[in-house]
């Protein structure tokens, strides 16, 4: 893993030093800003995936110049697309930086989408499931590694002359991109029947007493214990105007019922911890995964609402009532959607995952039917937050496939909805338009 990696980040270390040249070129010959940039980027791009294609040549790839080509070509394409948008849009220094992060980090998935069907037709043992972590990976290399790049030039503009400033960004975002690209080779390349056997040892036990101490019938009124009520909690939406009263409703049905059906069933051995995603995992992971679910799904809420508006929908059917005491406003903005998080993420992610692998292991399925289900809690939203939401599901339940693990999907979720009610931070820098 070590020498994969530090073989990485020196390719694209090498790839910066030639995007450096290429930007003092560019200056001579005095292009625009944007063809610049493209040019630059683009030859980052290029000679960085020509020095993947020599890193998965030495472990072994069966690699030929025109596969060296392809990589150079979808890295060219990748950073030249993250960068180009960024000259059609204005905003804040701190809106700008969301957008060059979502710009590069889009394009970084579509490079890795790319990358990783390639690097399968060179390499025997090569399995489908390792196509949207590594692409993950990617993307988030290189989103991070552009707007850390960004941010640190405008920081040393100030003490540097502008000479330097360049090179040292050049340097960080090859430093974030090559550690990336190591990553995901190095995921790539791992054993499909370690990570195969990790996830049988670890849950195969539980998943068996789940299923041998809960019969239907049980599972059915567990299911309706745990689900229902957030389907019936939106009536107080609509019905309910007094913020007292809905509040006690929402408390009681969608926090202290789920609380005591969890517990209970944990208690009593009915379910483990694991069942509900309450497991451990490395600090790295936790902070990788917190970042991606929440970046990913307030950008899926914030420019979905904006696209779907131009769609016919239903309408708004309720709203929550005004909480007048700022006392119980604050209460509820952070321990109220803290436990939004925990307990919506313990059902529709943690119980159903348990509930649906009980008939299915197919990915596509268990994501579509979480998804949905957890879409249609949101009803009284209208059809637009149903869908969103549903897809705002459809990305936790994809990162506890990978992770298995819960606990950072939940502080993704608190961190979602509070960006979406507390009014601190402001929604529109994560807005495209």
Same mark, same amino acid.
């Given at each position: ?11 694209w ?14 200056? %001579? ?8 940039? &493209? ?17 998965? /040549?030495s472990?072994?790839? /069966?690699?030929? *110049? ?8 979808? +890295? ?20 700008m ?6 710009? =590069? ?10 990358t990783?069907?390639?690097? #399968? ?11 949207i @972590? ?27 002359? +502008? ?5 040292? !960004? ?14 995901? $080779?190095? #995921? %790539?390349?791992?054993? /499909?029947? &370690? ?5 049988? $040892?670890?849950?195969?036990?539980? #998943?068996? &007493?789940?299923?041998?101490k ?14 229902? @009520?957030?389907y ?19 408390? $009681? ?10 517990? +209970?069933?944990?208690i ?7 069942? %509900? ?16 679910? $929440? ?7 914030q ?6 508006? *131009?769609?016919?929908?239903? @309408?708004?059917?309720? /709203? ?24 919506e ?18 990915? !596509? ?13 949101? *009803? ?21 496939? &990978? ?24 929604? !529109?820098? =994560?807005?495209?338009?």
């Amino acid at each position: 893993m070590a020498v994969i990696l530090l073989r990485s980040i020196l390719g694209w270390t090498s790839a910066a030093l030639l995007n450096i040249i290429a930007m003092f070129m560019t200056i %001579f010959v005095g292009f625009s800003n944007m063809v610049a940039a &493209q040019i630059t980027f683009g030859i980052f791009g290029l000679s960085g995936g020509l020095s993947h294609a020599l890193l998965i /040549k030495s472990a072994g790839a /069966k690699l030929s *110049w025109k596969h060296g080509f392809l990589f150079s070509i979808i +890295w060219a394409l990748s950073c030249i697309g993250g960068v180009t948008p960024l000259f059609f849009v204005m905003g804040t220094g701190l809106k700008m930086g969301m957008l060059t992060f979502y710009s =590069f980090a889009f394009s970084g998935a579509l490079g890795g989408l790319a990358t990783v069907f390639v690097m #399968r037709s060179l390499f025997s043992d090569a399995h489908s499931h390792k196509v949207i @972590p590594c692409a993950v990976i990617w993307s988030f290399s290189l989103g991070l590694g552009a707007v850390v790049s960004d941010s640190l030039g405008e920081g040393l503009k100030t003490t540097l002359p +502008w000479m330097m400033v360049w090179p040292v !960004s050049a340097l960080v975002m090859a430093l974030s991109v090559g550690c990336g690209g190591g990553l995901s $080779t190095v #995921r %790539f390349l791992s054993t /499909k029947g &370690q990570r195969a056997g990790e996830i049988s $040892t670890k849950f195969g036990t539980e #998943r068996h &007493q789940f299923h041998s101490k809960s019969g239907n019938a049980s599972c059915a009124l567990t299911t309706i214990l745990l689900c229902v @009520p957030f389907y019936l909690n939106d009536f107080s939406n609509i019905y309910v105007t007094d913020w007292r009263l809905w509040v006690f409703i929402d408390y $009681t049905s969608v926090k202290l019922l789920p609380f005591v059906v969890v517990t +209970w069933l944990i208690i009593t051995r009915r379910m483990s911890l694991s069942d %509900f995603g309450l497991t451990k995992q490395p600090a790295i992971i936790f902070i990788a995964v917190f970042l991606i679910g $929440t970046l990913s799904v307030i950008f899926i809420m914030q420019n979905g609402c904006l696209i779907l508006q *131009w769609l016919p929908g239903s @309408p708004l059917l309720g /709203k929550i009532p005004e909480i007048e005491s700022p006392l119980w406003r604050w209460i509820d903005l952070t321990i109220g959607l803290l436990m939004v998080g925990v307990f919506e993420e313990l059902v529709f992610r943690g119980y159903l995952y348990t509930f649906i692998s009980r008939y299915t292991w197919r990915p !596509s399925i268990i994501i579509a039917v979480s998804a949905i289900a957890f879409g249609l809690i949101h *009803w009284s939203d209208g059809l637009h937050i149903v869908v969103l939401t549903a897809l705002a599901g459809a990305v936790f339940m994809l990162l506890y496939l &990978q992770t298995l693990s819960l606990p950072a999907i939940m502080a993704a979720h608190f961190m979602v909805d509070f960006i979406a009610y507390a009014g601190i931070i402001p929604k !529109s820098i =994560f807005s495209l338009f």
